[in-house]
């Protein structure tokens, strides 16, 4: 899984307040898809900007008068792409974020026969900069300092190798972290190499995030990856990181077959406590 992004909407008119809503956002710990920084060289732009809505996160719709003035603008069929995704999101799953830059009319775009985009609230950034920053951040549970923190984990364990082995020490102590960035955690492409792996079972990170793996193609993975990093955890010399690691086998439940003979074996040890 890609890490999740959220994609900028808005009409160039408004490139200099945008860029600081990018980078209030960005210092904050949010991935952001920005057509002239992420459409890479040969893309078909188009095609770039609609996959781009279809794999993010969140959209969010930057409403001002100068969208309003111009008689048209690829804004609105960025919002009518947003539409037809919007549709087949629940209602209570928050995807589409509006913003209002100045005091300005929300176009009209219609969700269904009864519904817009204007019925979907938004907020006045240009009443209180601040405020709006950390509504968003709420909404993408990103206002709780653990959730920013561990993005910046992810990109390390993503970036930079020499760095992985203390990033997933760092993740281990996080606590408050929500399911969206939990999910990540799991897939990233860092826990598939096999030392980082193990390190991932001695801490703790694997097993503990497989519960929150929507579909059974990536449990099944992420199983694969967690019981052989578990089980050499069950012979650690350290009792703590021993009974981490049967806890998080009995929460994996029968597909953690293989790893029975070590736990019994772990159950037989003087050390570890009745």
């Known amino acids: 899984m890609v890490q999740a992004y959220a994609f900028i909407s808005y009409v160039r008119e408004n490139s200099d307040i945008v860029d600081r809503l990018v980078s209030d956002l960005r210092a904050a710990g949010v991935k952001i898809w920005l057509d002239r920084d992420d459409i890479k060289p040969g893309q078909f732009w188009e095609d770039a900007i609609r996959e781009a809505i279809q794999n993010g996160a969140f959209f969010i719709a930057c409403y001002s008068k100068e969208l309003n003035a111009r008689p048209e603008t690829y804004m609105h069929g960025e919002l009518r792409i947003a539409i037809d995704r919007l549709r087949n999101i629940p209602r209570n799953r928050v995807w589409f974020i509006p913003v209002l830059l100045n005091d300005t009319e929300i176009p009209l775009h219609p969700i269904s026969g009864h519904e817009s985009l204007k019925d979907i609230h938004a907020h006045k950034l240009f009443e209180?900069?601040?405020?709006?920053i950390n509504k968003i951040l709420q909404i993408m549970n990103l206002d709780d300092p653990d959730c920013r923190r561990l993005l910046h984990f992810?990109?390390?364990?993503k970036y930079y190798p020499e760095l992985r082995r203390q990033a997933i020490e760092h993740i281990a102590q996080l606590t408050h972290i929500n399911t969206l960035t939990r999910m990540a955690v799991t897939d990233t492409e860092a826990l598939y190499d096999e030392e980082m792996r193990r390190w991932a079972g001695y801490l703790n990170i694997g097993g503990y995030f497989i519960e929150y793996i929507p579909s059974s193609a990536h449990r099944s993975a992420t199983v694969r990856l967690a019981v052989p990093a578990l089980i050499e955890a069950l012979r650690d010399s350290d009792v703590e990181v021993r009974q981490r690691a049967a806890i998080m086998l009995r929460e994996i439940g029968p597909a953690a077959a293989e790893a029975v003979p070590?736990?019994?074996?772990?159950?037989?040890?003087?050390?570890e406590p009745a």
């Open 128 to 132: 209180n900069w601040n405020e709006g």
């Open 154 to 157: 992810i990109e390390l364990l």
């Open 262 to 271: 070590a736990l019994i074996e772990a159950l037989r040890d003087p050390d």
